[in-house]
């Protein structure tokens, strides 16, 4: 499905900051120019210096549809030595304006009427897109068998963290499984290495078939090992969508 | 609009020209693609040339390499907002495909066709007269299976989504046929220096 919204530039104001990780935080914006959006799409922002000079990236959009359409939530991990992400961890703040356009995207979505098992495979912020499926999933009352297999480096690097605990707990349908790769502790069901086809298929496990579509997100590497992974978990390679945010 | 506290790195203005607006550089060659990496087995890959549903010629890999070898060092830029100068490719010239089978093209426009259903539209304009090449190799070695080996269509001079990775034919259409991308909001032609990115840039 398509979105026929003009995709003019408008701005955005940040009514709220919210910090998610160490790395992480969470920017809630105001759309001055309102828009309906799927799970798993993202927007343009652009930044621009007094000499004209402008900086645009991608960023998932992590909030359900059902947040909208005035509103929606970014996630943005701050990189070390990069133009845009430090400006959003080290500048920005509640009552700023953001260019920015968008709903973008028709590929990596996935809406509740599709139908699943969905399994979800995010590596660090990649978790974003994903994060408004699962949380579209659970605004829209779906009952579909979703799945979501989560890589971060350590416990307090897993973005959503609550929010996930607390959907995976209610059991209705959506299983989290964590795999944290640089932890110190040892934690009861959560697994200490990287991703692997073993782990994939413990996370489809209590599906009733085979995921109907598979969405892959996180740095190129990410991806690729979680495309192998999946290839040899049975999965089809037709049914996996892939999201990089680079590197 | 200048944005409050945004400055942003630090350009070299001997560069203006050859960065397009809204992009930035970048040393690595980030990887963009809608699927998992295909693995595609030199043993039965084929190039196709076809006027609408009709293949013109079919050729094998080893076929495929004794066309004339043409190099091409190029800027090139993607959608997603990185540009990188002076990429080094080497591969045939579509020129040299066309020539091969001495066809004059029959109709303007060119669906190229990639494993897995990918397809992106790009007018035969953009590929003749030395603009575009089937690459097979970078920077000397054969083409990695992330950057679309082992073989993708480089048309520098468009976002470099046109550059389909993994490409398998071309196909002449008697219309301008959208692509997979192009049918999923990105732009028809994409040009770089007119920030053709989404369907709706003029
Ligand atoms: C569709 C899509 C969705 C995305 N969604 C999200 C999201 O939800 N959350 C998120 O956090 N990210 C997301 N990203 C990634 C995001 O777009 C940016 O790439 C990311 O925030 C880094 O941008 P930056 O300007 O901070 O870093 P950049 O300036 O782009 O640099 C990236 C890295 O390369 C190094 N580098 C590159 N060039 C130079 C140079 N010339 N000099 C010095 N260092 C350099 C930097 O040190 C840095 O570590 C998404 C990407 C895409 C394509």
């Not at chain 1, 959009?61 to 059902?66: G, R, V, Y």
């Not at chain 1, 009733?208 to 969405?215: D, G, H, I, Q, S």
């Amino acid at each position: 499905m398509q979105s026929l919204a003009p995709l003019r530039w408008q701005t955005g104001t940040i009514e709220q900051i919210v910090p998610r990780t160490p790395r992480t935080r969470s920017f809630f914006l105001k759309l001055s120019e309102p828009f309906m959006y799927e799970a798993g799409q993202h927007i343009d922002v652009r930044l621009t210096a007094p000499d004209g000079y402008q900086a645009r990236r991608g960023y998932s959009i992590a909030s359900a549809p059902e947040m909208g359409p005035d509103r929606i939530e970014l996630c943005i991990e701050e990189l070390e030595g990069g133009e845009v992400s430090p400006f959003f961890h080290m500048v920005a703040e509640p009552g700023d304006t953001i260019e920015l356009r968008g709903p973008l995207g028709g590929h990596f979505i996935w809406s509740s009427e599709e139908g699943g098992p969905i399994l979800l495979i995010g590596g660090g912020s990649g978790v974003v897109p994903l994060m408004s499926m699962a949380r579209h999933r659970t605004a829209s009352g779906s009952k579909v068998p979703m799945a979501l297999l989560f890589s971060a480096r350590t416990w307090e690097d897993v973005i959503f963290r609550d929010e996930l605990l607390e959907m995976h707990g209610r059991r209705d349908g959506f299983d989290l499984v964590l795999t944290l790769t640089r932890d110190v502790d040892k934690r009861d069901g959560v697994h200490a290495r990287r991703i692997d086809s073993g782990m994939v298929m413990q996370a489809i496990d209590q599906f009733p078939a085979l995921p109907k579509r598979v969405y892959l997100c996180g740095s190129n590497g990410f991806v690729d090992a979680a495309a192998n992974a999946s290839i040899e978990a049975g999965i089809p390679a037709t049914a996996i969508r892939t999201e990089r945010y680079g590197g | 609009m200048a944005t409050r506290g945004f400055f942003g790195r630090s350009r070299d203005p001997s560069l203006a020209d050859r960065v397009p607006p809204g992009q930035s550089l970048t040393d690595g060659f980030p990887v963009l693609s809608a699927g998992p990496t295909p693995r595609v087995d030199l043993k039965t890959w084929t190039f196709t040339l076809k006027h609408g549903p009709k293949p013109v010629k079919v050729w094998g890999w080893d076929q495929f390499n004794e066309l004339p070898q043409t190099k091409m060092t190029r800027d090139i830029h993607c959608v997603t907002t990185w540009s990188k100068l002076n990429t080094a490719w080497e591969g045939v010239a579509i020129d040299d495909i066309f020539a091969d089978v001495g066809i004059e093209p029959p109709t303007p426009y060119i669906l190229a066709h990639s494993v897995e259903g990918y397809s992106t539209n790009v007018p035969v304009k953009d590929l003749v007269g030395g603009k575009a090449m089937v690459a097979t190799k970078y920077k000397g070695a054969p083409l990695e299976p992330d950057h679309g080996g082992p073989a993708r269509l480089l048309v520098p001079h468009l976002y470099f989504w046109k550059s389909a990775k993994w490409v398998n034919g071309l196909q002449f259409t008697e219309r301008d046929e959208l692509g997979f991308w192009e049918l999923r909001g990105y732009h028809a032609y994409g040009d770089p220096w007119k920030e053709q990115r989404y369907t709706d840039d003029p």
